[in-house]
């Protein structure tokens, strides 16, 4: 059986290949170095995707900078990236991370910036749970379409490729590079 090490190793070497479109040698070449490097610490922590309160990564409002020293022990997201190095961080409406487009692109720039200035440099993942329907972190003027549900009932894969097209291509925007959509009810 592989060590943990080995099976975190060749994950981050596929994933950052096909991120990258380089080849499966070199990057794990280069990813092998990394992770000899890193401390556990720095290793365990890029295996989780935290949320943490505010609308900013280094200034959100006071209630929220409460919310998260009683909740992780951090006031902001980029403290928490700098204690705790997380892998990612994901966005939540309750979380006052989503009040608009231009806000969420600031807090994603601010979150990448607050990462890449750690020693390793690392990017975090950027998650949010956008299935559309009834449950959209990020509202208007994003755009809004049906559930999954209502998509599959319609019979088009094409309206679904149409969907998850559109939807990408603002998530990317906003620098939301991993989305939690579909689910299945």
Known sequence: MPSRRT?????MGVTASLATGGTAHADDTRLRSLISRMTLPEKVGQLFV???YGHS???PDQADID????EIGVRTAAELIAKYRVGGIIYFTWAHNTRDPHQIAD???GIQKASLSQPRGLPVLVATD???GIVCRIGAPATL???AMAIGAGGSREDARTLGRISGAELRAMGV??????TPT
């Open 145 to 147: 379409f049906p559930g």
């Open 130 to 132: 956008q299935e559309h």
């Open 67 to 70: 919310a998260n020293l009683s």
């Open 50 to 52: 935290m949320r943490v």
């Open 7 to 11: 099976v975190l190793a060749a994950t």
């Open 57 to 59: 990564a280094t200034a």
């Open 107 to 109: 807090l994603s720039n």
């Open 177 to 182: 590079n991993q989305d939690y959509s579909p």
